[in-house]
């Protein structure tokens, strides 16, 4: 992994980065004020380059003015926008990409400097970022970035925080690109007990499919009996001394879906491997607060189940008996995803009783025709969860909005042998999926919120911080949010 140290001062250093801001209206991008000054027959050299080079200071923008024979050997210019942390990330992810010829480089920061460092830290950690299995070919030479600071012992949390962060994400992208010839409930599960190993702190339940029966977990037993390989309920819990807020966070965890008897498509199944994103950003998230020793107590839930198509699938107009005694009818087993839900939903309420309860899927197509690929569907009918939430999700770096729980939908989810209909065909699918999870949240319902977050769980080309492939959408939002609570 990149190596990122703070330092005050670096002596002719190769490669050397400077921040570059829009200028004012009508007028031509600027060198930003930085805390470490460059040389002054650099900055002039710099100015020169940008006054010819038509930049416009647009965050990861760069231009690289080659210096033969001086010190820095090369001199990049960087569009860091309004020098935001957002803008910081993402100049810092186009960094690590256009860097991967240098072996180290030095970057001059600019702006508030705790936010500044944070997105720049992020924004090369995930930039550079490759999937295991396809690192074909030379690897990046960039080993390290030095990032120029007045005090580098005042930002040493923060770096600190930010690695935290990018590693989780990181982390959460690793498990969630995995192929399923490799990834089936018994190896996630078996991952995170690795992730999990040697710490005191962190207390890891998994369930199988006989304890699965004897309870009562008839959604994800359903969803999956049609594969070889059995479902599992993983339980992780974060429990730190002192902590007065209990947060249970419930992510879908589907390995594959094939849609099982209501098959999908070739085109919609071929990158179902990513349908687990919800679980892998939740339980990437419990274990970057307990990294972090965030003061909340923190339960995840990861319903594992690969949805596939045997003799032993659960079958269209089949009636699932959820933990807790609710019934469902089930008209389309490719709405497989609520149903392992609604189980840990109920599970979390009945069980756990937690002030608060989340739960992030890869729930619907709806969800992109709506909101488009960047953003997450969020529902709940707290204001202050929804806007802490909101809050904390665009500080990361990410993106949701706020959808309504329209109770004239509710119609849709009557059935006429079961309390309710999993799988209607009627429109709304993403807010009639939301529907139907609420169901479960009993008590908890107005301190529950969901988020739909199958499009932006991956990215079908690379920008900024995202690279091709699964985002570990969530893990970041979810950390600031959960560093808030105490």
């Known amino acids: 992994m990149l190596a990122i140290r703070l330092v005050r001062g670096s002596s002719e250093p190769a490669a050397l980065v400077l921040p570059v801001r829009p200028g004012g209206p009508d007028a031509p991008a600027e060198l930003a004020p930085t805390a470490v000054a460059p040389d002054d027959d650099v900055r002039a050299e710099a100015t020169a380059v940008l006054a010819a080079s038509r930049l416009t200071g647009t965050a990861g923008e760069l231009r690289e003015h080659l210096r033969p024979g001086g010190r820095p050997a090369r001199l990049w210019l960087l569009g860091v926008g309004d020098g935001g942390e957002r ?61 120029l600071t007045a005090d580098p012992d005042a930002l040493a949390g923060t770096l600190a925080t930010a690695r935290t962060t990018a590693e989780m ?78 947060v249970v966070l419930v992510g879908k965890g589907i390995t594959f879906d094939t849609g099982g008897i ?42 594992l189940a690969e949805n596939a198509v045997s003799g032993s699938a659960f079958r269209p107009g089949d009636i699932i008996r959820h ?25 979390a309420v009945r069980e756990l009783k937690p002030d608060l309860l989340v739960d992030l899927a890869t729930l619907t197509g709806a969800n992109a025709v709506a909101l488009g690929k960047r953003h997450a569907a969020l529902y709940s009918e707290n204001d202050t969860l929804a806007d802490d939430l909101l809050d904390a999700i665009s500080a990361a770096g990410e993106r949701a909005w706020r959808l309504p729980l329209a109770d004239d939908y509710l119609e849709y989810l009557g059935s006429d042998i079961a309390d309710l209909h999993s799988s209607p065909a009627r429109g709304a699918g993403s807010v009639v999926a939301a529907l139907f999870l609420r169901e479960f949240t009993g008590d908890l319902r107005d301190r529950w919120a969901h988020l739909d977050m199958s499009a932006p769980s991956w990215s079908d080309d690379t920008n900024g911080e995202l690279v091709k492939g699964a985002t570990g959408w ?9 560093a808030t609570l105490g």
Do not use: C
């Open 87 to 147: 803008d910081w990330r993402t100049a810092g992810g186009a960094l690590a990409r256009a860097g991967r010829d240098e072996t180290q480089i030095t970057i001059a920061l600019s702006g508030e400097a705790t936010a500044a460092l944070r997105g720049l830290a992020e924004g090369l950690l995930l930039g550079a970022y490759r999937f295991r299995l396809t690192e074909a070919g030379e690897r990046p030479a960039l080993a390290e970035a030095q990032i």
């Open 169 to 246: 994400t990181m982390l959460a992208r690793d498990l969630t690109n995995m192929p399923a010839s490799t990834k089936n409930p018994r190896w996630l599960a078996d991952q995170v007990a690795q992730a999990a190993s040697g710490r005191a702190d962190l207390h890891l339940r998994v369930r199988e499919p006989q304890e699965l029966a004897a309870e009562g977990f008839g959604g994800l037993l359903a969803v999956g009996g049609g594969s070889a390989q059995g479902p599992r309920l993983v339980e992780l819990d974060w429990r730190p001394a002192g902590a007065r807020t209990h």
């Open 262 to 303: 209501s098959i999908k498509p070739v085109p919609a199944m071929k990158l179902m491997r990513k349908d687990m994103g919800g679980a892998a950003a939740v339980l990437a998230a419990t274990l970057g607060a307990a990294e972090l020793r965030l003061p909340v107590r923190v339960t995840t839930l990861a319903p």
């Open 323 to 347: 933990y807790g005694g609710l019934t469902s009818e089930s008209t389309n087993t490719d709405a497989e995803g609520r149903l392992v839900l609604a189980d840990a939903l109920a599970y």
């Open 474 to 482: 969530g893990v970041r939002g979810l950390l600031r949010w959960l």
